[in-house]
């Protein structure tokens, strides 16, 4: 038996099941049978099993339950549809306390019913999906269950039901209840409906009679449906949700794309800088070699000072333009000096030509060419 158990993979969480024959321990394989685990922990802490009815208990093979309705047709996965099987070679009905979904004898058919093995049933393997086990000497209380007085349907004549479904710890992560929880139909409301739809009878008096009991009637049991109003809404958040969490990545990946063209622009925006600088810089150049002179002592002095450390360019248009200033001055001072001595020369011609003596009979003539060369030196002077 223990080469058996030694083949199974290790199980981990514990959900404890308190039922009216006592608590049954429950761990599970979320590796091998993730969709089922989940399935189940989550219906357990949502409250989906509490007060539901095993409906079927095969003495020395299995017990039945997870369904609200309490006829075993009922049931529905947090996934609101089937879900498929879920085999494994290492998972078998090789001992008792095995737990395992219940389909509709076809396959990926699993809901929200479950069974408990109290026996060997190899003859399951592949054909329900195992997802956990009985363990710890919660083991012994599964073996009261054999004990179960049922009618021919393999119903339990005094209901048999789980009270409460605890979870101590999560077999994984991201397990979470959902808002809207399914609607349970206990077997202590079916019970109530079915001894009022009876006639009463007085049983102050002690009797034997057997229409005091509704065990062993037939009672119809209505299928109950979740209201779509609530579906609706719970459907609309988890849609909100989703676009909510589209919206947040669409912003991320905008502000992401934006982020980088405006880092590309202003590359950009320098490069084009840089470049009008450069322009710039070269239009400079070639206006300062346009307007200098063709001397080469003026090339030969810019060199010199473009060699002198610690002179910056406007000092040394300072300096040009000054340089430039004198050779004007210099110029224009010739230039007077040139015209006073012609002035000089005009006055002594003229002053030479009164000292000459006049003769008698030219006296006209020298008083007209007096007038003449007297206007025309006025003409220079002005």
């Known amino acids: 038996m223990s080469s058996i158990y030694n083949l199974e993979p290790p199980s981990v969480g514990k959900v404890v099941l308190k039922t009216s024959k006592g608590d049954l321990d429950i761990e599970f394989w979320p590796k091998e049978a993730p969709l089922a685990v989940r399935n189940f922990v989550q219906l357990c802490m949502e409250g989906y099993y509490d007060g539901t009815v095993f409906n079927r208990v095969v003495r020395n093979f299995l017990i039945q339950g997870g369904d609200p309705t309490g006829t075993g047709k009922g049931g529905e996965s947090i996934y609101g549809r089937p879900f498929k099987d879920e085999f494994h070679s290492r998972l078998k009905f090789s001992h008792r306390g095995i737990l395992a979904c219940v389909n509709e004898n076809r396959p990926n058919s699993n809901g929200s019913q479950f069974f408990i093995t109290l026996d060997r049933a190899e003859h399951l393997n592949k054909t329900a999906t195992i997802f956990g086990k009985v363990v710890g000497d919660t083991i012994h209380n599964l073996s009261r269950f054999n004990d179960i007085d049922t009618n021919e349907d393999d119903r339990p004549e005094d209901p048999v039901y789980i009270e409460k479904a605890i979870l101590l710890t999560a077999p994984m992560e991201g397990i979470r209840p959902r808002a809207v929880k399914k609607a349970v139909v206990k077997q202590d409301a079916v019970v109530a409906v079915a001894k009022a739809s009876r006639k009463t009878k007085n049983v102050s008096l002690i009797s034997f009679d057997e229409d005091e009991f509704v065990d062993d009637i037939a009672v119809p049991i209505k299928k109950t449906k979740v209201e779509p109003v609530e579906q609706e809404k719970q459907a609309v958040v988890e849609e909100e949700q989703e676009e909510e969490l589209v919206?947040?990545?669409?912003?991320?990946?905008?502000?992401?794309?934006?982020?980088?063209?405006?880092?590309?622009?202003a590359g950009n925006n320098n490069q084009e800088k840089e470049k009008e600088e450069e322009q710039l810089e070269?239009?400079?150049?070639?206006?300062?070699?346009?307007?200098?002179?063709?001397?080469?002592?003026?090339?030969?002095?810019?060199?010199?000072?473009?060699?002198?450390?610690?002179?910056?360019?406007?000092?040394?248009?300072?300096?040009?333009?000054?340089?430039?200033?004198?050779?004007?001055?210099?110029?224009?001072?010739?230039?007077?000096?040139?015209?006073?001595?012609?002035?000089?020369?005009?006055?002594?011609?003229?002053?030479?030509?009164?000292?000459?003596?006049?003769?008698?009979?030219?006296?006209?003539?020298?008083?007209?060419?007096?007038?003449?060369?007297?206007?025309?030196?006025?003409?220079?002077?002005?």
């Not at 919206?247 to 622009?265: L, R, W």
């Not at 473009?306 to 300072?318: E, K, M």
């Open 247 to 265: 919206d947040y990545e669409e912003e991320e990946e905008d502000h992401h794309h934006h982020h980088q063209d405006g880092m590309a622009v």
């Open 282 to 382: 070269k239009g400079l150049k070639t206006e300062r070699v346009a307007a200098a002179p063709d001397d080469g002592k003026e090339d030969k002095t810019r060199t010199k000072q473009n060699r002198i450390p610690g002179i910056s360019r406007i000092d040394q248009h300072r300096q040009k333009y000054i340089a430039t200033a004198r050779g004007q001055k210099h110029k224009y001072g010739n230039k007077k000096k040139r015209e006073n001595s012609v002035l000089d020369r005009i006055k002594h011609f003229a002053a030479s030509l009164h000292q000459t003596a006049p003769d008698a009979t030219d006296t006209q003539h020298e008083d007209s060419s007096e007038r003449v060369i007297t206007s025309r030196l006025d003409d220079l002077l002005q």
